[in-house]
């Protein structure tokens, strides 16, 4: 783990800030979007002293650089881009599984991964960090950035995270082969009201330390480099002016020991959307004091903050204080040593990478209804895909790509091999000689080439049917929430169409979250959740429908049965009215956990030791084949005098057993699984009885309970 705090660093911090004028400091706090200025602007603030640029790639970051080096302190820029899922806004680099699809993987190893190869492209770049991982919490599925999260629980997502951060960041980040992470977005973003990007949240201190603030605890443990702050607000104020959630919370309780970057233009936005300043220097002044240490796009700011200390109302030590913190994370990477082309570019999509992302690809697939269509019978000998987002790689792709998001994209053709789902199933099929045919039918978009007809004739004569359905990139992302997730356009049509032939119909979706499909998935013989899974997302589903590939994802996120039912999740609070609709089932149709196997698992013999905390339980696999399984552990506070959440992850274990294999999994608990906070925001463990649950999915009848008392 990188340590951005020690004497050493430190000094040569402060020996830099000393020799540093008003302006070079003010300087250092600016990020610079590169594809929002002129070349000649570019250059003009590298040799300012900006401190970062933002979305610059290859040849472009080696001017630049060339140019912060040549000023009077040399000062190397830092350049950051959004690797979200790979270094996706490089034409030539891997494209894994979205945070979403990953976190369905239940693996801290692949999250790692992921990390690991995504930095070494990164840095192949001459890149130095990428503005990830996303720690906020996908409950309400009608934000569009979803596909972002590692899903709805602080456990799965702190735990995610924090082995995204190692991945990123290793052991030794001046090693051309790591970058900086920044867990983003702090805080409370994924809570906006309504699930609309980037509005107010309903949100108390209390509220945010008890769910939203551990996943980002974990990063900042693990060593993460840099925050991002947050578009939203918290009673009132924004987070960008925060100097309770900024300062005392990050830096005084977590002890953060990085520096914080602003989300896009967000000093500006305190002035223009949130109307809490009159002008960019009031903005200026909020934003600086808060502890926001790096001001992104907000370029204006260089010549606020000049004039706030010129004319004493900001304190300069207060600029002194984020160009230490920034000047610390530069220096503790060893930029200051290697400013210049730290990585090894042949690496960009190579054999090693791309087996990495079909790797997180297949652990991703999650099977959520199966009545014994899967894996494929053998004696099957025609096959019809259908649907356009079985071979629509951008679908497949999802947010965070140079389809999405074209401006650094390099002069290049696409060297990327991938595979759609309709490629792979035609690649499992060959070598059996089984025949495919393939119709679009329609997608989630209307468009003139939509054609029902022919995908049920298409349909016809095919002894087994494999229909793709989902939302494509226009649906979802940074300013595109969605009222209504049901199927959009035709697709819940053209599945019934499809289903009226007698045949047996798979579904598979391909999104970048759940969507309100319930009858769609009750009446497929077998429903799988592909997400966004990347450049091989379409081959690993193809794998599982064959039989290749057993199934092992569990949802990190509940789906929901119907919108009206959003936000929903498991670890909710309880309500004497039991939270029921009179028109809707009160549980989801899937929920968090939840995800089938081709064999079955039991558990039996939960034992807890009251004094040592440890659990442990007998996990069988009972059927006729390897398979893996995750098994969860849940904690629920019998009387509290807060109310506390019906059922809380506190731990999970992915283990793969053998057919017949037994093992006995232990899992060592730690006395702050069962704390609470109080009404002042003390952490405590009320002294009483805790039930412990444990087994396959967040569901009461696939849990074991065993009940303990702690004194
Ligand atoms: C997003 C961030 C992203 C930044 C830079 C913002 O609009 O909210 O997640 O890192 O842009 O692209």
Request: hydrophobic share 40%; proline share 5%.
């Amino acid at each position: 783990m990188v340590s951005w705090n020690t004497p050493a660093v430190n000094a040569r911090a402060n020996e830099i800030l000393s020799k540093m004028t008003l302006a070079e400091k003010a300087a250092q706090m600016v990020q610079v979007p590169f594809a929002y200025v002129t070349r000649e602007e570019a250059l003009m603030w590298a040799k300012r002293g900006a401190g970062s640029f933002l979305h610059v790639l290859g040849n472009d970051a080696r001017e630049i650089q060339a140019a912060a080096m040549g000023t009077r302190l040399g000062i190397p820029v830092l350049f950051g881009i959004d690797a979200i899922h790979g270094h996706g806004l490089n034409q030539q680099a891997v494209i894994f599984p979205s945070q979403l699809a990953a976190a369905c993987s239940w693996n801290p190893e692949i999250a790692e991964e992921m990390g690991r190869v995504t930095a070494r492209e990164v840095a192949a770049d001459g890149l130095h960090w990428t503005f990830s991982p996303v720690l906020c919490l996908g409950r309400d599925t009608r934000w569009g950035r979803i596909d972002e999260t590692f899903g709805e629980d602080p456990y799965l997502a702190g735990e995610l995270g924090a082995a995204i951060v190692r991945g990123y960041q290793g052991d030794d980040i001046s090693d051309g082969e790591h970058i900086l992470a920044c867990a983003k977005h702090y805080i409370g973003y994924g809570d906006a009201v309504g699930g609309r990007d980037s509005v107010d949240t309903e949100m108390t201190f209390r509220k945010l330390k008890e769910t939203f603030l551990p996943p980002f605890a974990r990063a900042v443990e693990a060593g993460v480099a840099t925050i991002m702050t947050a578009y939203g607000s918290i009673d009132g104020t924004p987070f960008t002016a925060s100097e309770r959630a900024m300062r005392t919370i990050l830096r005084d309780e977590l002890g953060f020991a990085g520096f914080v970057v602003t989300d896009w233009d967000n000093v500006a936005s305190l002035v223009n959307n949130q109307h809490v300043a009159a002008d960019i220097d009031e903005a200026s002044l909020l934003a600086a004091r808060a502890g926001n240490d790096m001001m992104m796009t907000t370029t204006a700011f260089y010549e606020s903050a000049i004039r706030l200390v010129e004319s004493g109302k900001l304190d300069e030590s207060v600029l002194d204080e984020a160009v230490r913190n920034i000047l610390r994370v530069k220096i503790a990477m060893g930029l200051l040593e290697r400013p210049q082309d730290r990585g090894t570019p042949a690496c960009l999509g190579c054999a090693e990478h791309r087996e990495s992302a079909l790797a997180a690809a297949r652990e991703s697939v999650t099977l959520l209804k199966n009545d014994g269509a899967l894996p494929l019978d053998p004696s099957i000998r025609s096959i019809a895909v259908i649907g356009a987002n079985a071979d629509d790689i951008r679908a497949q792709y999802g947010d965070w790509t140079y389809f999405t998001h074209p401006h650094p994209s390099p002069k290049t053709t696409p060297a990327r091999p991938y595979v759609t789902l309709l490629e792979g199933v035609q690649m499992l099929a060959e070598p059996h000689g089984i025949a495919v045919t393939y119709a679009r039918g329609c997608g989630p978009l209307p468009n003139e080439a939509d054609d029902l007809d022919a995908a049920v004739a298409a349909a016809q004569d095919a002894d087994f049917i494999v229909l793709a359905v989902g939302d494509v990139i226009e649906q979802s992302g940074e300013f595109r929430d969605r009222a209504d997730l049901s199927l959009s356009n035709r697709q819940e049509e053209l599945f019934f169409r499809l289903r009226a032939l007698g045949k047996p119909v798979v579904t598979v979706l391909i999104a970048t979250k759940p969507l309100c499909m319930t009858k769609v998935a009750e009446e497929s013989a077998a429903f799988i959740a592909a997400f966004n899974g990347g450049m091989y997302g379409g081959q690993a589903v193809a794998e599982a429908i064959f039989g290749a590939l057993n199934p092992s994802g569990k949802l990190p996120i509940s789906f929901p049965r119907h919108s009206g039912q959003i936000p929903v999740y498991y670890n909710s609070m309880p309500g004497w009215h039991g939270g029921k609709y009179v028109d809707l089932p009160d549980t989801p149709l899937f929920v968090f956990g939840e995800g089938l196997s081709y064999t079955s698992f039991a558990y039996e013999n939960v034992h807890v030791d009251a004094q040592t905390l440890q659990l442990s339980v007998r996990l069988t696999n009972t059927g006729a084949r390897a398979g893996s399984e995750t098994a969860q552990v849940y904690v629920r506070d019998l009387v509290s005098s807060v109310i506390t959440p019906v059922k809380r992850l506190i731990a999970f274990q992915k283990v793969t057993l053998e057919a017949g294999e037994s093992r006995e999994l232990v899992f060592q608990l730690k006395r702050d699984d069962f704390s609470l906070l109080l009404p002042d925001e003390l952490r405590v463990v009320e002294p009483g009885e805790f039930t412990l649950f444990v087994g396959g999915s967040s569901k009461d009848g696939d849990l074991l309970r065993q009940n303990i008392n702690l004194s």
